[in-house]
């Protein structure tokens, strides 16, 4: 199986604060590859590292091969040389980032939330169809196409950003607690989405979620982060049954 | 009180040299350096010291007045002041060199109550009164109006000339039967205009600056008026033909006494087109001759007592009599102000034709030439 | 030229009054109001014609000139407390301009374009405080910058300021732990509109003419620069900004170089370094003030 | 004894009428759970209550007053408190600060309406009310064991932390009643556990709760009684055992048990 | 006030109007983007009118009004159109971009830097008098009854109407347009969709200098060329701009026609001196904020918690 995304030796810093340190990881083609760990172990700054929101102090990240992130320290051929892609060219690699904190459009409706999402596609009758798909799945959104994104519920407006991302139709989707502040039924839902586009779609899946029993769960393989590192990584279902996720993450 | 000794002698110039009103600042502080420049190319005082001509920007406010006149007086030493060009400074500052004693020449504060500040305030510009009452009586009597409508400017300039004429021509029976105002900066002045068409009067008084009165004609044509034009000495700028070539003819106005017959005018103005790519307006001429009162007063000064004593050069600048300058024949009355006649023109298209020399004496209106 | 500096310190520190006020409007409160110059018209002819039409000596005239702007601050923060942002910036720009219109245009008031010149020196225990001998006046100034700057200092420092920092950082967020913000608001509006006023007193006894030409809206733009550039919600920063800017609108003449150059370039010099000093420190010279209980405050965001 | 009450109240933004009729209870003294379907209105209804938001129809009673319509800080004032879904903390503030805005309106002399000479009074006794502000601030900072932290920027906080403070911002009013939207959201077990013992803390402390939350775990294991609301109305209300298997309820929300 | 009169004032008024909203149009793109007040927008205004003038004096040379002259006006516009953007563009690079993170406020300075530096350039170099744009066409006014008016009148309504429609579609409809109201609303989500957001914020500049420059040559034909000319102008657009809604297009021409009859208005129709004319059209400005806080155009939305 191909690499598509590979961190390698990463590091970021908010001023004093080391927020990742030395994280290496790799998500091959066509998996689900799932984070958990703990409030603040770094989770949402890697994935904004991915795409290219935060600075790297040291190391890099490669997308299919090629480089998209290099921090300003390391050495090339002898030479320090810092290399990096503007947030929107990583997003025309095929990366989407559904967001902490949802980051909707808020002054703009549900469908041109959707239309912003799909930018880089050009086939209008594609993004109609993708639309309608998206209203398929969240019904609610497409009984508030014409509604601004601000008057949405928290609920909605999560589903909001999935449903945003996933209309660029992206290789990899890089997921940021899709389940916060939604209902049991529809994380539910979600999951088995998610599985679905994985499937069906070969849309590959990098997933951070709190709820760590649904993401083991859903995915091929996971890693645990702390305090800025990766502590663990194995296939998920035998995280499910490691003694350390238990006490820590599941809850039992 | 300050005096200083054989070194190049500072004369100061304040005035706008930037900002919205910079074109009358920067007009009249050319006048100045060509002055001083002229007196010095013919040796400078006493023949031998040039004069150093120290410019400040005013901004047209009074704060910055300030600080140029302090400037100028604690920094620079200065003898004497040419400016500045605008009545709300010219108070402000005009306090202060009464303070300090140095001799100040306005070439166009024309605010009637200037030279009340004291002594040291001279002016080479007739006051708003002076003008103000020729031309209403002259509007009401040679031209024979009735009826006068106004469109002025807020400003001390034009609401000055506004409140003089008002004054002499309804004294004279006449009835100013339409007064509008606009405010600094403006430029479109049609609602004014569409107001006075419709009041009707015979004549419409506009006693404004250069291009806003520009601006009027140009506009006042674009409204198909054929009311004639009255105007004031801001219209002898002849950028106004310039601006409005193709509206002015016809216009009357009061301007400086007869300064186009003059030959020393002529070669003024030739000078100062030459030098400075654009013609002087009157407050320039102004500007011009009160230098060289002011120079001739210093060098009269310096002749006699080999030192620049401010009070001397005061002194030296009031005693000033029958001084013959671009502008006619200036002399200072007991105040300080201008001992002045107006001129009367009427444009024949972009030339004006001189209609004579008139003053006001007693109420009455009295043709000197 | 020492002279000349008392005269930068004097123009200073009446600035530094309105840039107190600006800033507990905008640095503390978030409200982009424009309309400083406004308030500092009100106070210069309330100080001017009642002065020269009454016969009233300068001290009576003070507490007027604060009071009756500070009424003006109530009456245009009541309503335009509704307004966001620019809109508000917008309003109160329009209140500013309309001050000076109607100061224009009120002839038997206030003399119209005229303005009302010969404005009594202020007299203190008998003594004539003299502009023109600046280090009484600088004195008197000083004083009531002082007191001006305590006073809002540990206003800020109280309550009063944790309530208009909340106001500004989540109105939603104030509103729902029992403050009032129109309350603060306009408090804000009302203090900083006083100050103001004040400052208009000691302008109308410095300058002893005023004309409506003086308070354009640009006056309220330097203010706004001041509080800018000195460091938003920071009361000291806001006098050190006043001070600066006079320094460098005044630098050429100060420096004789007015003189030399053409008058333009003292304006571009002026844009210059304005340009410059934003990139340089976009969160002003010396930034927010570090919050009272623990860190300073982080460098790039907040304000209005 | 019930502590607040709305009767009939109805929210509609033009065609969307996000509650509708609803009849909501809240005993004095328990930990009430609203849930339902995202959309439900289950904020819509906490907006209204608290004054952020205005009822088109219906009324609200707190301790048998009617509150319908107050400006969100008279209601504040009354003893209502509450925290935000999407957390909205003074960032800039540290968090002690932020606390202490909490403290507003319950210091010394100004508890007697906020007039401008309590404002000059404020100011004579600043330094002692400054001092007692702060006290009481840092002691809810310790009931959260976050006094260590208190000279952080708020923004700075780990997310779960900003939950906590906004409820120890919420306390800090000393409110009797407390309305927590999505306490838990973003917190992993081990933290909801941690926070399931702390609302049960406050309501130890004689402080009435309410809390909108998805996770279903911590609804079922503190909420003595909850409404269910769908669609904006009220679909079901009871002990969590009836709601768990409320049959409407576990079709329109719950779905099938896991595991 | 007589049929005639009124429609005299209404014509005055709207062309007046057209005039603001030609400059609010420039203003609100940028605005709308970057929510900032660029205050440079008035001066950029100055400098394309300078360089039509210069320009078109030179094309022009000494020949007749005619086709030519006409064509020389066009060719004038268009270079100093892409000369302003060019120097939009610029001043966005060099004062504003290195501030897009810091306070709203930092940007706001420094444009009024800005201004101050090319205003007084323009006073320096090309000096303090106006200079006047002549008419590159017949601008005899057309009499209508009692009711008179020029084909430059026309010109401008026309001008500002097409403008409106051109911005309103290019903003509603093409990709460009729809990366930059993203941008307006959260620029890092903006590049999220991958919108390049430095190409939109430069495109945007673009625009609303080149618009800029077309009010500016507009403008100066009637109101004359220099240095200060995009001041107070510039100043009331904006007003209009917001008092329309910010970022709004529509809005921007409503309130710059809104503003313009209300200046005219105003005074002339209970016999308020003229003098209080900015009295009344602020006056009534703020009066219309209040009762809609968000702008003529503009949504109120009240933030969702
Ligand atoms: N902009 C910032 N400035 C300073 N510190 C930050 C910033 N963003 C995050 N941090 C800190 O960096 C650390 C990692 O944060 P991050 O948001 O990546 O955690 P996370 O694993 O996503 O947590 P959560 O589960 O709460 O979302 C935390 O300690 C956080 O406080
Ligand atoms: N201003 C508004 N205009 C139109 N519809 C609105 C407005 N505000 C809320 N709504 C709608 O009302 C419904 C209720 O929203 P509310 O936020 O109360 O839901 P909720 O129960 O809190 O959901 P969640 O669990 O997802 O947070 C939603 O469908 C929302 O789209
Ligand atoms: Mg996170
Ligand atoms: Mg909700």
Same mark, same amino acid.
């Given at each position: ?15 004093? =604060? ?94 041109? @939330? ?139 | ?76 030493? =200065? ?103 606009? @405010? ?186 | ?80 407390? +509704? ?21 224009? @245009? ?199 | ?134 006290? +009481? ?18 923004? @700075? ?11 120890? +911002? ?70 969590? +055992? ?18 | ?69 006409? =064509? ?48 007084n350039s323009a006073a320096w170099m090309f000096g303090t008098h106006s200079r006047k744009f002549n008419y590159p066409f017949d ?26 429609? =051109? ?24 590049m999220l969709m991958g919108i390049n957001v430095n190409r939109v914020i430069s495109m945007t500049f673009a625009i609303g200098s ?96």
């Open positions: 199986m191909k690499e598509l995304l590979t961190i390698d030796d990463i590091s970021v810093s908010y001023g004093n =604060i080391k927020a990742l340190q030395h994280v290496s990881m790799h998500v091959n083609e066509g998996n689900i590859v799932c984070l958990i760990g703990a409030n603040g172990s770094g989770k949402s700054t890697l994935l904004k590292a991915i795409v290219g929101q935060e600075p790297l102090v040291g190391g890099s990240i490669t997308f299919d091969g090629e480089e998209i992130c290099r921090a300003k320290t390391e050495v090339v051929k002898g030479e320090k040389r810092g290399r990096y892609l503007t947030t929107d060219l990583i997003a025309a690699k095929g990366i989407a980032l559904v967001p902490e904190g949802r980051r909707v459009f808020a002054d703009m409706t549900v469908e041109e @939330n959707l239309d912003m999402g799909a930018f880089l596609v050009r086939d209008e009758n594609l993004i109609a169809e993708r639309k309608e798909a998206m209203y398929d799945f969240f019904p609610i959104l497409g009984a508030r196409r014409r509604q601004k994104t601000r008057s949405l519920s928290g609920g909605e407006q999560q589903m909001m950003a999935i449903a945003r991302a996933l209309m660029s139709g992206p290789r990899l989707i890089l997921l940021d607690e899709p389940g916060l502040g939604l209902a049991p039924l529809v994380i539910a839902d979600i999951f088995e989405k998610i599985d679905m586009i994985n499937k069906q779609d070969k849309v590959t899946v990098f997933l951070v979620e709190q709820n760590a029993r649904m993401a083991l769960k859903a995915s091929t393989e996971g890693y645990v982060m702390e305090n800025g590192r990766i502590v663990l990584h194995d296939v998920s279902s035998a995280l499910l049954e490691n003694e350390q996720v238990r006490a820590a993450y599941l809850g039992e | 009180q300050g005096g200083s000794e054989a070194a190049s002698p500072k004369i100061g110039f304040i005035g706008p040299m930037t900002g919205d009103y910079a074109n009358y600042g920067v007009l009249s502080n050319n006048s100045a350096m060509l002055a001083v420049a002229e007196f010095n190319a013919k040796g400078g005082i006493g023949g031998k010291l040039p004069v150093v001509l120290v410019t400040e920007d005013s901004e047209g406010n009074v704060e910055k007045g300030l600080s140029s006149i302090e400037k100028l007086s604690s920094s620079d030493k =200065i003898v004497g002041l040419i400016g500045p060009v605008f009545t709300g400074v010219s108070f402000a500052v005009g306090e202060r060199v009464q303070n300090e004693g140095i001799v100040m020449i306005s070439p166009s504060a024309t605010h009637a109550d200037i030279t009340s500040i004291g002594d040291f305030v001279f002016r080479t510009v007739v006051s708003d009164g002076l003008q103000g009452e020729v031309a209403g009586r002259y509007f009401f009597e040679k031209l024979g109006y009735r009826t006068i409508g106004v469109l002025y400017a807020k400003n001390d300039y034009s609401q000055g000339l506004y409140e003089g004429m008002t004054a002499s021509f309804e004294a004279a029976g006449g009835k100013v039967t339409i007064a509008e105002a606009f @405010n600094v900066g403006d430029k479109d002045f049609k609602t004014q205009l569409t107001k006075i068409r419709s009041a009707n009067p015979q004549a419409i008084y506009i006693p404004n600056y250069t291009a806003e009165m520009a601006q009027i004609l140009e506009q006042a044509s674009q409204l198909g008026m054929k009311i004639p034009f009255l105007s004031c000495d801001g219209f002898s700028n002849p950028e106004i033909y310039n601006l409005a070539g193709g509206f002015t003819d016809g216009v009357i106005y009061v301007g400086p006494a007869k300064v186009k017959e003059s030959p020393s005018y002529s070669k003024f103005v030739a000078d100062y087109t030459a030098k400075y790519g654009v013609g002087p307006d009157s407050f320039a001429t102004n500007a011009y001759d009160g230098t060289n009162i002011l120079l001739a007063a210093m060098d009269k000064v310096y002749k006699a007592t080999g030192k620049f004593d401010r009070k001397a050069i005061r002194d030296a600048v009031a005693a000033t009599k029958d001084f013959p300058g671009v502008s006619g024949t200036v002399n200072f009355a007991e105040n300080g102000d201008l001992v002045a006649y107006q001129g009367l023109y009427k444009v024949n298209k972009t030339t004006p034709e001189y209609l004579g020399t008139y003053t006001v004496v007693d109420g009455k209106l009295v043709q000197i030439d | 030229m020492f002279n000349f500096f008392l005269l930068i310190l004097i123009y200073a520190g009446i600035y530094a009054l309105m840039a107190l006020g600006q800033n507990i409007i905008t640095g503390y409160g978030g409200m982009l109001s424009l309309t400083q110059a406004g308030f500092f018209a009100i106070g210069s002819y309330a100080t001017a014609i009642l002065a020269t039409r009454f016969g009233w000596s300068f001290w009576a005239t003070l507490p007027v000139a604060a009071l009756l702007s500070a009424f003006f601050g109530l009456l245009i923060g009541l309503p335009t407390l +509704r307004l966001k942002g620019d809109y508000l910036a917008i309003a109160t720009l329009g209140f500013g301009e309309i001050v000076r219109n109607v100061l224009n @245009n009120w002839d038997s008031l206030t003399n119209g374009p005229m303005g009302i010149q010969r404005i009594p020196m202020p007299d203190l225990f008998g003594f004539t405080i003299n502009p023109y001998k600046k280090y009484a006046f600088l004195f008197m100034l000083v004083i009531t910058v002082l007191i001006a700057y305590l006073l809002f200092q540990r206003l800020a420092r109280s309550r009063m300021g944790r309530a208009l920092t909340a106001v500004r950082e989540d109105e939603i967020a104030a509103q729902s732990m029992g403050i009032n913000i129109t309350k603060y608001k306009v408090y804000a509006f009302i203090l900083g509109a006083s100050v103001a006023g004040i400052a208009g007193s000691f302008q109308a006894v410095f300058t002893l003419s005023v004309t409506p030409g003086t308070y354009t809206f640009m006056v309220s733009i330097m203010v706004l620069c001041m509080v800018v550039l000195g460091g938003m919600g920071n009361f000291k920063a806001s006098i050190l900004g006043a001070f600066i800017i006079q320094l460098i609108s005044y630098l050429p003449q100060l420096t004789g170089l007015s003189s030399v150059i053409p008058p333009q370039f003292k304006q571009i010099l002026f844009g210059l370094i304005l340009v410059v000093m934003m990139i340089w420190r976009p969160q002003g010279l010396l930034g927010r003030e570090s919050n009272r209980y623990g860190k300073k405050a982080a460098k790039s965001k907040g304000g209005a | 004894m019930i502590l607040l009450e709305t009767e009939a109240l109805t929210r509609a933004y033009g065609g969307v009428i996000a509650v509708n009729k609803v009849d909501f209870q809240v005993e004095s003294g328990l930990i009430t759970g609203l849930i339902g379907p995202n959309g439900a209105g289950k904020t819509t209804l906490f907006n209204n209550v608290t004054g952020l938001d205005v009822p088109s129809a219906g009324k609200v009673f707190f301790n048998q007053k009617n509150i319908t319509g107050f400006p969100a800080h008279t209601i504040c004032r009354m003893g209502i408190a509450r925290t935000f879904q999407n957390i909205r903390l003074f960032k800039e503030l540290t968090v002690v600060e932020n606390v202490m805005i909490g403290r507003h309106f319950k210091t010394g002399k100004s508890e007697t309406k906020g007039r401008f000479l309590n404002a000059v009074n404020s100011y004579i006794h600043l330094k002692a009310e400054e001092e007692q502000i702060y006290e +009481r601030a840092c002691d809810w900072l310790d009931f959260f064991e976050m006094g260590s932290m208190k000279n952080e920027l708020a923004k @700075n906080l780990p997310y779960g932390r900003q939950r906590e403070l906004e409820i120890a +911002r919420a306390l800090a009013t000393d409110p009797k009643l407390l309305f927590l939207d999505e306490p838990a959201a973003g917190m992993n077990p081990q933290e909801t556990d941690h926070l399931m013992a702390t609302i049960r803390k406050i309501r130890d402390l004689g402080i009435t709760v309410v809390l909108i939350e998805h996770d279903m775990k911590l609804v079922m294991n503190i909420c003595d009684s909850i409404t269910v609301l769908n669609y904006g109305q009220k679909l079901a209300q009871g002990t969590p +055992r009836e709601i768990k298997h409320n049959p409407s309820v576990i079709e329109a929300y719950l779905g099938k048990e896991e595991e | 006030m007589g049929i005639a009169e009124f429609f005299q004032h209404l014509m005055n008024g709207l062309t007046l109007g057209g005039i603001y909203a030609l400059i609010a149009l420039g203003y609100t793109m940028v605005y709308g983007i970057l929510k900032f007040i660029n205050f440079a927008h008035g001066d950029v205004l100055m400098v394309g009118a300078y360089v039509g003038l210069f320009l078109f004096d030179l094309l022009r040379g000494s020949s007749p009004l005619g086709l030519w002259t006409i =064509i020389a006006f066009f060719i004038a516009m268009l270079i100093s159109m892409a000369f302003s953007a060019v120097l939009g563009v610029f001043i966005e690079r060099v004062a504003y971009k290195p501030l897009r993170r810091a306070t709203r406020l930092a940007p706001l300075l420094s444009a009024i830097g800005v201004s101050f530096i090319l205003s601008n005899t006014p057309v009499h209508l009854g009692d009711v008179v008016i020029t084909p430059h009148q026309i010109l401008i309504l026309v001008v500002s109407l097409v403008m409106m429609i =051109i911005l309103k579609l290019f903003v509603d409809r093409t990709r460009m347009g729809k990366a930059m109201r993203a941008t307006s609303l959260d620029q890092g989500t903006a080149a618009l800029a420059a077309v009010g500016g040559i507009l403008i100066a034909l009637d109101f004359k060329v220099y240095a200060t000319m995009g001041t107070m102008t510039g100043l009331k657009a904006f007003v209009a701009a917001v008092v329309g809604g910010i970022g709004n297009i529509s809005g921007a021409m409503f309130g710059g026609i809104l503003l313009g009859l209300l200046e005219t208005f105003g005074v002339a129709i209970f016999g308020i001196p003229t003098g209080l004319k900015d009295t009344i059209a602020f006056g009534v400005l703020i009066i219309i904020l209040l009762v809609k806080p968000e702008g003529l155009f503009g949504k109120v939305e009240k933030e969702k918690v």
